[in-house]
């Protein structure tokens, strides 16, 4: 799977922005989808995940209540919309496609990277 992410950009505090994640190959409906961060000098942080097959969804605390997940398997995409973004979201995110769903907030569970699109918000 091939994965390539896209829609960050600057934003100012409070506004939003919505990311996606193409992916390539026929198999995207039988992977679990996950969206992580990784800030100048931090580690690599889960930030939502979504399963393959029941299409539950699980967010960082961090993000509960202003992040949304969600799939389309006919296209192929998985998107993230951010609402109410806050100066500490400002990160590069990465989409990321795994096999696993109980180990979803791990970065070492996941098999396909995206390239990372930076989002910056702005106090």
């Known amino acids: 799977v091939q994965l390539q992410a896209s829609g960050g950009g600057l934003v100012q505090a409070g506004g939003c922005l919505k990311l996606?994640?193409?992916?390539?190959?026929?198999?995207?409906?039988?992977?679990?989808m996950g969206w992580f961060r990784q800030a100048p000098g931090k580690e690599r942080e889960f930030v939502a995940g979504?399963?393959?097959?029941?299409?539950?969804?699980n967010y960082a605390d961090s993000v509960k209540g202003r992040f949304t997940i969600s799939r389309d398997n006919a296209k192929n995409t998985v998107t993230l919309q951010m609402n109410s973004l806050k100066p500490e979201d400002t990160a590069v995110y990465y989409c990321?496609?795994?096999?696993?769903?109980?180990?979803?907030?791990?970065?070492?569970?996941?098999?396909?990277w995206g390239q990372g699109t930076q989002v910056t918000v702005s106090s």
């Open positions: 990321a496609a795994s096999t696993s769903w109980t180990r979803r907030t791990l970065p070492s569970a996941y098999s396909y």
């Open positions: 996606s994640c193409a992916a390539s190959g026929r198999t995207f409906s039988s992977y679990n």
């Open positions: 979504i399963a393959y097959i029941s299409e539950s969804t």
